[in-house]
C-alpha cells in the first residue's frame, strides 16, 4: 500500500515513511480489548503537524502489518531493498516499527547498508498515536525532522541507521530495550546519543559517523545466515543445556552471554564442551552487563573461554552481535574469516 501527500510549504527536502507495524499505528480491536495494526492513512491523520513541515513526505506500508515480535530477518531484506530502490528519490527514510525488536532490527539494517549517506530512523511508540497521552507524535515529528536535516553545506546531519524515541537519537547497533512501559524506552549504553531534542535539536556531532564515500555507490547485503543461536549463562545451568545449544546441529555460531567482564563457570564439562564446539563453530563473548565491555584477560574464568578459541565482543550488545553474525556469515563461509571481522568495528558497533 502506498500513498504520498505534500506539506502546506510546497516541497525542499523529501523523505520516505515506512510503516511495518508497531503500537505506533494500532488501535484496541473492540472485540477482544487487544491492540492490532490499523490503516496507516490513520496515522498521518493523526499526525496534522507533518505537514506544516516544507518537505515532501511519502509513505510506503507493508502489508500485512506485524507486532514487531513477529519480526523476521525477511522484513530487513524488504527494508533494505526498499530502501535501495528508493533511495535517489529521497534524503532520507524514517520507519515506523514495533519497540519490542526495534534494536535488533536497526542493528541488522546498519550492516547490510553499504556506504550509507542518508540518515535511516527507526521511531515507534510505547503508546498508539491515537491515545491522548501517546509518545507517537513527538517520536514521529523529531525522526522526520531529524531525517531531513542537513548541514551548512547541505549534506545530511546523521547518515547512519539510528533509533529515534523519547527526545533522544542512537545509534541504531548500540541500542537496547530498556523499558517494557515508560517513555525511555531505548538506551545505548555504551555509546553517547547522536542527538538530544529539546527547544531545537542538537546534535552530538563528534560522534556521528561520517565515514561514507560519495564518489561510492549506496549497495545493500542481503544475504543472511541466521545460523545463529544464544546461550545466556545463570547459576545452576545444566551440563546438558549447554551441550544442546553449543553441540547441537543447526547452529553455525552461538552467541555467549557471560557474566561480568565476560566470565563463565571453569568447571571442567562446562570447558570441555565450550573447546569442543569451538572446534566447528563460531563462539562469541557478549555480557550479560548493560554497559562495559568484554575482557578475556582479566579473570581465569575469562582466560579459559579465549583459551579455548571463544571471540571476545567488547561491548556489543546481543542484538547488535546476532546483526552482524547474520551479515558475515551470509557474506562468508569460511569461519576465520567471519571471526577475524568479528573483532572488528565495522558500523560503530564496539568502542575499538
Ligand atoms: N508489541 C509492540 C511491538 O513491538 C510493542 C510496541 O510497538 O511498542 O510491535
Known amino acids: 500500500m502506498k500513498f504520498n501527500f505534500f506539506s502546506e510549504k510546497g516541497s525542499c527536502n523529501a523523505v520516505l515513511l515506512i510503516y511495518t507495524g508497531g503500537t505506533i499505528g494500532m488501535k484496541e480491536d473492540p472485540e477482544d480489548g487487544t491492540l492490532k495494526p490499523f490503516d496507516f492513512n490513520g496515522i498521518l491523520e493523526e499526525v ?28 530487513w531484506q524488504a527494508l533494505a531493498k526498499l530502501i535501495r530502490e528508493r533511495y535517489d528519490d529521497y534524503d532520507g527514510f524514517v520507519i515506523l516499527h514495533g519497540t519490542d525488536t526495534m534494536a535488533y532490527s536497526a542493528s541488522a539494517l546498519s550492516f547490510m547498508l553499504e556506504n550509507l549517506g542518508k540518515p535511516v530512523i527507526f521511531t515507534g511508540s510505547q503508546l498508539p498515536i491515537g491515545s491522548p497521552r501517546t509518545d507517537g507524535k513527538e517520536n514521529l515529528i523529531s525522526a522526520v525532522e531529524i531525517a531531513t536535516a542537513k548541514d551548512s553545506h547541505g549534506h545530511p546531519m546523521v547518515p547512519e541507521v539510528c533509533i529515534c524515541f523519547n527526545s533522544q537519537l542512537l545509534r541504531g547497533n548500540r541500542s537496547v530495550k530498556v ?11 555504551n555509546y553517547p546519543p547522536l542527538a538530544t531534542a529539546g527547544i531545537s535539536i542538537k546534535y552530538n556531532n ?21 545460523r545463529v543461536s544464544v546461550l545466556k549463562l545463570h547459576p545452576g545451568i545444566t551440563e546438558q543445556a549447554v551441550r544442546d545449544i553449543l553441540l547441537g546441529g543447526g547452529s553455525r555460531a552461538v552467541i555467549l552471554e557471560t557474566y561480568g567482564s565476560g566470565n563463565a563457570p571453569c568447571r571442567p564439562w562446562f570447558l570441555a564442551i565450550v573447546r569442543d564446539a569451538c572446534r566447528s563453530k563460531i563462539l562469541l ?9 568484554v575482557d578475556m584477560d582479566i579473570y581465569a574464568t575469562g582466560r579459559a573461554l579465549k583459551d579455548a578459541g571463544v571471540i571476545c565482543g567488547h561491548d556489543i550488545t546481543t542484538e547488535a552481535a546476532l546483526g552482524k553474525l547474520f551479515y558475515l556469515m551470509g557474506r562468508h563461509e569460511d569461519n576465520a574469516q567471519v571471526k577475524t571481522l ?7 558497533e564496539i568502542s575499538k
Do not use: W
Not at 48 to 75: C, G, H, M, Q
Not at 215 to 222: L, Q, V
Open 285 to 293: 563473548n557478549v555480557t550479560q552487563c548493560q554497559s562495559g565491555d
Open 206 to 226: 563528534s560522534f556521528i559517523h561520517y565515514g561514507y564515500d560519495r564518489r561510492k555507490e549506496f549497495t545493500i547485503h542481503t544475504m543472511l545466515d541466521t
Open 48 to 75: 496534522p503537524e507533518l505537514r506544516k513541515f516544507a518537505l515532501k513526505i511519502d509513505s510506503f506500508a507493508f502489508n500485512p502489518l506485524i507486532d514487531s515480535s513477529d519480526v523476521e530477518p525477511t522484513l
Open 179 to 189: 523499558n517494557a512501559t515508560g517513555f525511555d524506552a531505548f538506551k545505548s549504553p
Open 342 to 348: 568479528l573483532e572488528k568495528n565495522l558500523k560503530g
